[in-house]
Each structure stands twice: as structure tokens, then as C-alpha cells.
């Protein structure tokens, strides 16, 4: 979930990358090629934004682009599709963030990479070299915590309000 409460840039010209797979609303996302961005899964994958919307697989042995009532109007986008990807400061409020205790208003977040199920959270770790780096080599920094949130709450999945810094 990515809410926006005070939204600085937010793009929609971006696709989504086919060949990444599906992804979460909240999802730390990189430049994979010309307009197309993916959540980050390599250290090496320097940090865009925050992914805007779910992403989903087309529903199987149904057309391309057929949609069930229920899903006309929703914010959700399919693969290769354009999505909103949110960068260039704002607040938003969020619970895509790894599962690693609590967070203090001020923590640093950074985006979570070759872990896999955890890929493209956010977590207030600079860790060792499973973070995505900034093209310094060092973990870049996603954005900031703006709300405090205990173990519990963390492992509850509560939302997080956050400054966005990429």
C-alpha cells in the first residue's frame, strides 16, 4: 500500500517491466530500461521511486486486456501496462517495509535486495551489500521515517508514514 499525503512528483509515463513479474503498491522500483521500471532485486539496481499501484498477471486463458466487472475503475495495472510511480520528495503512508523491528521517527530507509520475498521493502538498515546502492556503490538512502512504529506494529503491518527522498 502507497497512500500519498503531500505527493512532491508522481509519473505516469512509466510501463512496467513485463519480464519482472508482479509487484506490490509500495514497491521500491529502478529505471530497468527505456520507460520501464521494476522493484529492485539486485544490490546493483540504483533506487527510482516508490511503485504507485499493484501490479497483476493477466487473468489466465482469458484475452489480453479482458477485465471482470470488478476490476473496471480499480487502481490496479498489469504487467506491461503504465503505473504511477511516485519519486521527487512528498510524504506518503505506507506497509511495504521489511519485517526488522521497530522503526524510530528519523530512521534512515533503504530499499531490501537479493533476499527475495523481502525484495524492494523498505528497512531502517544500511545492512552489509543487500541493500540498493546509488552509483557511489554505497546503500542509497529511499526515504525517511516520519512516525515511530514498535515491533508489534512492524510485524502487524501498520502503516508508516515516510518522507520520500528519491
Known sequence: MLK????????????????????????????AGDQLVACVAASGQEPFGLLGQNVLAEPANLPKGFRFPGQLGSADAFLGEPVMVAHGGGTYDTDYYADNGAITAGDSLYAVTDSGADD???????????????????????????????????????????????
Open 120 to 166: 524492494g521493502k523498505l528497512i531502517n538498515d544500511a545492512g552489509p551489500a543487500d541493500r540498493a546502492q546509488g552509483s557511489d556503490g554505497l546503500p542509497k538512502k529511499v526515504a525517511t521515517a516520519m512516525s515511530s512504529l514498535s515491533a508489534a506494529e512492524v510485524t502487524a503491518g501498520q502503516p508508516l508514514l515516510i518522507k520520500l527522498e528519491v
Open 4 to 31: 500519498p499525503r503531500n505527493p512532491n512528483q508522481q509519473e505516469a509515463q512509466l510501463a512496467h517491466d513485463e519480464s519482472s513479474g508482479t509487484a506490490a503498491a509500495g514497491c521500491v522500483v529502478y529505471l
